[in-house]
């Protein structure tokens, strides 16, 4: 049997060790103690922090949905929910999401401003934008520009819109006409065409419980760095073991500089110079509410999202007071715990910080030429049986199920 190495044990990299390991001698080479990678979770006084985001599941692949469900009881081991997401506006409105199917809530003069853009923009044509203020813009008009998608864009994004490629946003975002933002208010149309508005969610330890069921079947070697892989003959030398093949599911910014012995340097500043964006967590206990996510375009602190953990399962609440749980509370970037707690003293809710974790790669940010440039090293390392997919070896903005579709969607060409 052929051997392959399999380098990161988060869902893409376990997902790949499963595709293959029928066909393949498997080690999965993992550089923490754990499998999960952006995934993770770890309890906090017997509480559920989701290191990174507030992890749920769903996916418009049938074939994914397919094969998840030979891994996992869904009756026993999830629950399903419906997504329950709203705005929290700067004058105290707590807006359902999208917030442009529900102006009809807003005050008079609001509604006659966002119906005077909504004539406006029927009557120009349309044009392609060139970058996301433009977009937002033409999209959903000036009022809901102002009084949402720039302040919650900007505290995402940290730079000027104008500044921000479109490329990243295909297929991501909603892109209701003038016709559906009216019918959508008329009819009060609440949220269902999202992938997620309807979620499974674990029962018991979260996204955790994914990573660990997943890694159980699997030769597994954790705290295993790859430093180095090297191509010598046709072997691949990955900790001085001997590889027919390797699969790479880190990051293509440290990718590019361990594979030894193939020319690839025409990738290498390329690479460098790929753009993204880290998130700082802050795990908090807060005022119960029925929301699973809060997104807050208010300038008066930097957080742009809540995601209430505490209500997608009840073991992930443990021992708080009555009338609270646990949430994870989003910062684009680091930020130190100082300003963190400066900062939760204005978010709503009445947060009480817990812990916090700063993941340096969660957001890659594309421009014009990244997937053509990936595409293209893509073919050119498979030639020489090397192989790499995931969020951040794709550059590209992977949910966990996407991250599955890909993986599998790899291994039947090896
Ligand atoms: C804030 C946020 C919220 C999200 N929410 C959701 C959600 O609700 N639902 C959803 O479906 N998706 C969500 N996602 C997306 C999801 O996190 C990713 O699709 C998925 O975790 C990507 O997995 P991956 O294996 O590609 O990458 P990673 O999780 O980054 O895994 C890479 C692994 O490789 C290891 N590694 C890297 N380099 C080396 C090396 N040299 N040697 C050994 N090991 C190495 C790392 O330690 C890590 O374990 C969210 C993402 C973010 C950032």
Request: glycine share 4%; with cysteine.
């Amino acid at each position: 049997m052929e051997k392959i190495a399999i380098i990161g044990a988060g869902v893409s990299g376990l997902s790949v060790a499963h595709f293959l390991k029928d066909k393949y001698e498997v080690i999965v080479f993992e550089k923490e103690d754990r499998p999960g990678g952006l995934i993770k979770c770890v309890r906090v006084c017997g509480n559920l922090f989701h290191t990174c985001g507030g992890h749920i599941f769903n996916s418009k692949r049938k074939d994914v949905l397919e094969w998840f469900w030979t891994k996992f009881s869904r009756e026993n081991e999830f629950t399903k929910a419906e997504r329950n997401s709203v705005v929290f506006t700067d004058d105290g409105k707590k807006i359902p999401y999208p917030i442009e199917n529900h102006m009809y809530l807003f005050e008079e003069d609001v509604q006659k401003q966002f119906i005077a853009d909504l004539v406006d923009m029927a009557k120009k044509e349309e044009v392609e934008p060139a970058n996301f203020e433009e977009f937002l813009r033409n999209r959903f008009g000036e009022t809901l520009y102002k009084i949402y998608f720039q302040p919650y864009n900007e505290k995402v994004w940290r730079r000027d819109l104008k500044n921000v490629p479109m490329s990243w946003l295909e297929g991501k975002l909603p892109m209701p006409t003038v016709a559906e933002m009216i019918f959508n208010n008329i009819n009060h149309v609440k949220e269902k065409e999202f992938v997620h508005a309807t979620f499974w969610y674990e029962k018991m330890n979260g996204s955790q419980y994914i990573a660990d069921r997943l890694a159980e079947e699997l030769n597994i070697q954790y705290d295993s760095e790859v430093a180095s892989i090297k191509k010598s003959g046709d072997k691949w030398i990955v900790c001085d073991q001997e590889f027919d093949k390797v699969v790479f599911c880190g990051n293509i910014k440290e990718m590019i500089k361990i594979i030894k012995g193939v020319d690839i340097d025409e990738y290498f500043d390329k690479v460098c110079a790929l753009e993204y964006h880290g998130t700082t967590s802050v795990f908090c206990e807060i005022d119960s509410n029925p929301y699973s996510w809060i997104y807050q375009p208010d300038r008066c602190h930097e957080s742009h999202r809540i995601i209430c953990t505490g209500n997608f399962a009840d073991s992930n609440n443990k021992d708080l007071p009555e009338g609270r749980i646990t949430a994870t509370i989003e910062f684009t970037d680091a930020i130190s715990k100082e300003d963190i707690i400066d900062n939760l003293t204005r978010v709503p809710l009445r947060p009480k910080y817990l812990d916090h974790k700063y993941n340096k790669y969660t957001y890659p940010i594309q421009d014009a030429n990244t997937r053509d440039m990936i595409k293209k090293l893509k073919r050119l390392l498979a030639s020489d049986n090397f192989y790499f997919t995931g969020r951040f070896a794709d550059w590209e903005y992977y949910n966990m199920d996407v991250a599955i579709g890909a993986a599998m969607d790899l291994c039947k060409n090896i």
